[in-house]
């Protein structure tokens, strides 16, 4: 039984050699004897992604809302729902992240991305986290919760908070957490209060609108859901999009190309998110004894199913240790998940990308890092830089 520190410094600045040298060595291991299992091949990731009876979403809610915590609406949500009510829940949600909904949001997205990186390119000398990489997806997702922008800053609290639930071991962490949740709780009941009186053309009144079968939302699962969309769409989207800048900084010969050419621009994307998948771990809690790639897993165990191995295994992507934008099967990645839970914000993630990407690329001729070590967000299920200084060489 291999005995694993996931959290060592080393593995944290870069998982992915040990990731492949467990991928060949020991595909379905366990991390210490009372511990998780962990799973890096592709084809048994999304073996079990597909298998939500056996691989529950239980393991997801059980690190949301660890007993100190009490409640946590987010770990009751869509995301963890078991697949008959996930199914009823998904359908009453999906209209508003379709087609229509996002080309609602487009024209909003364009003109964040191009008011930001009009800034950061005039300021020349940036952290690219801050301003550009948060800001961007927290006015959107501040948009779409119906926000007022005097209470943007507070999203950063409910985020972060989202975020450390599972770390947050000290009673000083622990009463933070527990206040933001409450802090949280109580502007989106006043929103929500508002949208029924008033309905906006917005998320949240979509949302009471919605009807499937002449059943609607209740109230509680529509604050459940508001309250997962910090948690899924914020700090995931942050991460791409600072990945993003962290790539075209270390592979200059493709940013002529993306300014050019779209197609590329979207393919350069797409290879971010499966080189550096900004979700790098999803969790599952066996409802039975499971066999996995030839190793039973036994009932009640709690399954890291790591996005970040399978995203370079050989056996799906040819020479996957290299950046190749426009490779063969570049969207057959597992960076957005895959089965019922597969995200619902995939549109979106992707349009914040690619209009984040334009707004900047039609303003620099590249990025340059300014630090050699890269600070990484210390987790095993999240990558993306917590900073990332940069200077943005304007276009001539
Ligand atoms: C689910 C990744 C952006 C909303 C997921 C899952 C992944 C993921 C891996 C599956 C979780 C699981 O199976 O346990 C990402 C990445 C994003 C991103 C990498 C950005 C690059 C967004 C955005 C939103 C969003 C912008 C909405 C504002 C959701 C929701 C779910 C989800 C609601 C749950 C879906 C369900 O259970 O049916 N996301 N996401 N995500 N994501 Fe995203």
């Known amino acids: ?21 467990l991928q060949r060595s020991s595909p379905v291991c366990q991390v210490d004897p009372n511990g998780a299992w962990l799973v ?28 100190w915590l009490g409640s946590n609406p987010s770990a009751r949500s869509l995301v963890t729902a078991e697949p008959v009510r996930h199914g009823k829940l998904r359908t009453l949600v999906n209209r508003a992240f379709g087609v229509t909904g996002m080309a609602r949001l487009e024209a909003l997205v364009r003109q964040l991305a191009e008011e930001l990186a009009t800034e950061a390119v005039l300021r020349r000398e940036v952290d690219f986290v801050e301003e550009f990489a948060f800001a961007l997806p927290r006015a959107v997702i501040g948009h779409m919760l ?5 209470v943007f800053p507070k999203l950063k609290r409910w985020g972060t908070a989202m975020a450390v639930v599972s770390a947050a071991t000290t ?9 933001a949740i409450a802090e949280m709780g109580h502007y989106l009941d006043e929103i929500i209060e508002s949208r029924r009186r008033e309905p906006h053309e917005d998320l949240v009144s979509d949302l009471l609108r919605a009807e499937v079968d002449g059943q609607q939302l209740s109230r509680e699962d529509l604050v459940r859901f508001l309250f997962l969309l910090l948690p899924a769409g914020l700090e ?24 050019t050419d779209k197609a590329h621009a979207v393919n350069f994307i ?31 165990s709690m399954v890291i199913l790591s996005s970040a191995a399978a995203n370079r295994d050989e056996r799906q992507f040819s020479e996957p240790e290299r950046f190749l934008p426009g490779r063969e099967k570049q969207t057959q990645h597992l960076a957005f998940g895959h089965g019922i839970h597969f995200c619902l914000g995939t549109q979106l993630a992707r349009m914040e990308a690619r209009l984040g990407l ?20 210390p987790s095993l299920a999240v990558r993306g830089p917590a900073v990332l200084p940069v200077e943005l060489l304007p276009l001539a």
């Not at 996931?6 to 492949?20: D, G, H, S, T």
């Not at 009673?171 to 206040?179: C, L, S």
């Open 236 to 259: 995931t989207t942050t991460n791409l999009l600072g990945n993003m800048a962290m790539y075209l900084a270390r592979h200059p010969e493709h940013v002529e190309k993306a300014r």
């Open 146 to 150: 119906g926000l007022d922008r005097s």
């Open 171 to 179: 009673p000083e962490m622990q009463a933070e957490v527990r206040d």
């Open 40 to 67: 890096t091949r592709y084809e048994d990731m999304v073996a079990a992604l597909k298998d939500p009876h056996r691989f529950s979403s239980e393991g997801l809610a059980l690190l949301a809302e660890p007993p």
């Open 1 to 21: 039984m291999a005995r694993l520190n996931l959290l060592a410094p080393e593995v944290q600045a870069n998982p992915y050699p040990f990731l492949a040298e």
């Open 270 to 300: 797409e290879e971010v998110l499966r080189f550096e998948c900004p979700i790098q771990a999803l969790f599952r809690l066996t409802s039975t004894d499971v066999l996995v790639g030839g190793t039973t897993i036994p009932q009640g």
């Open 358 to 377: 334009e707004a900047l690329l039609s303003r620099i001729q590249g990025v340059v890092m300014k630090r050699g070590e890269v600070q990484w967000i």
